[in-house]
């Protein structure tokens, strides 16, 4: 099953793929963990910051091999691409996916060179998510916009604006009202960025309204460092001690969403 596959799959039965992203090998292996462990597929996201640290020929390297040894069906994203040389070389190296983030361009500029990455992308197969609005708060993408930009570029995905912003934050309240408004005027797959903190009941509803791909880093990041602070607050010192617990809350948090998403036994 390609991604495309499971996009559709998750389209025709309400549920939604997670995208988790990664800067650390702890991260990496409980995404996996989780996947493998519950019969999920799963997208390994890695922003511009995220793969400056690691670098991209280790990102790939790392994928690959643990990959191959979970034995799980695992996806690679480039998530929040605003480069267009850095979107060329993910695609070159064999990402899945990528996330073309024209959401601070004026929308024709946005729509050009959203058909730039596609033509680059189309010939490898390479699955792009387009970006309009920038999601934030009170932010809501505009119809007639999101119409007229993947009408015009023919892109596969779209992340929306519908309240929901990047980081944990309390009181998030989706707009419903405009994600069934979306739904009904788009065939494209549509993303929620922001997964972190919003409440389950709200996940819940907006994939039946149409969600079908998640994204969650912060959560992920937090769980990281607790763990990790915990472990400094003992008297262990042992590297390969510390970092198999905090690879254990990772896989936790990861198996928590999974449930909450729907795409448990969906391999
Ligand atoms: P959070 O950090 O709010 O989970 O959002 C992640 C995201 O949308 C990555 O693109």
């Known amino acids: 099953m390609t991604l495309r596959n499971y996009l559709e799959k ?3 039965e309400k549920w939604a793929i997670g995208q988790f992203n990664f800067s650390a090998l ?3 292996r ?3 963990g989780a ?3 519950l019969r999920s597929p799963v997208i390994l996201g890695t922003s511009g910051g995220e793969l400056g640290y690691l670098g991209l020929e280790e990102v790939i390297a790392l994928f690959e091999i643990a990959k191959a040894k979970y034995r799980v069906n695992a996806f690679l994203n480039l998530d929040h691409g605003k480069n267009l040389d850095l979107i060329k070389r993910a695609v070159d190296y064999g990402f899945s996916a990528v996330h073309f983030d024209g959401s601070g361009l004026p929308l024709e500029k946005n729509i050009k060179y959203a058909k730039k990455v596609i033509e680059c992308a189309y010939k490898k197969g390479v699955l792009v998510e387009g970006e309009l609005e920038d999601i934030k708060k009170d932010n809501l993408t505009s119809l007639n916009k999101a119409e007229k930009f993947i009408k015009e570029t023919k892109i596969d995905s779209l992340a929306i604006a519908i309240g929901n912003r990047h980081g944990f934050y309390k ?3 989706l707009n419903f009202n405009r994600l069934k408004e979306i739904k009904e005027k788009t065939k494209v797959f549509l993303v929620l960025h922001g997964g972190s903190g919003i409440p389950e009941h709200q996940i819940k509803k907006a994939i039946k309204l149409g969600i079908v791909k998640i994204n969650i880093n912060t ?4 769980v990281w460092k607790k763990s990790l602070a915990a472990a400094f607050r003992t008297r262990e010192s042992k590297p390969y001690k510390i970092l198999a617990v905090v ?3 990772v896989q936790k948090k990861v198996e ?3 449930k909450l998403f729907g795409s448990r036994n969906k391999i």
């Open 247 to 249: 690879q254990n809350e």
């Open 26 to 28: 702890e991260q990496l």
């Open 256 to 258: 928590e969403k999974i």
């Open 35 to 37: 996947a493998q462990k």
């Open 30 to 32: 409980g995404i996996l």
């Open 10 to 12: 998750a389209k025709k």
């Open 171 to 173: 009181n998030v309240k």
């Open 219 to 222: 959560e992920l990041r937090i």
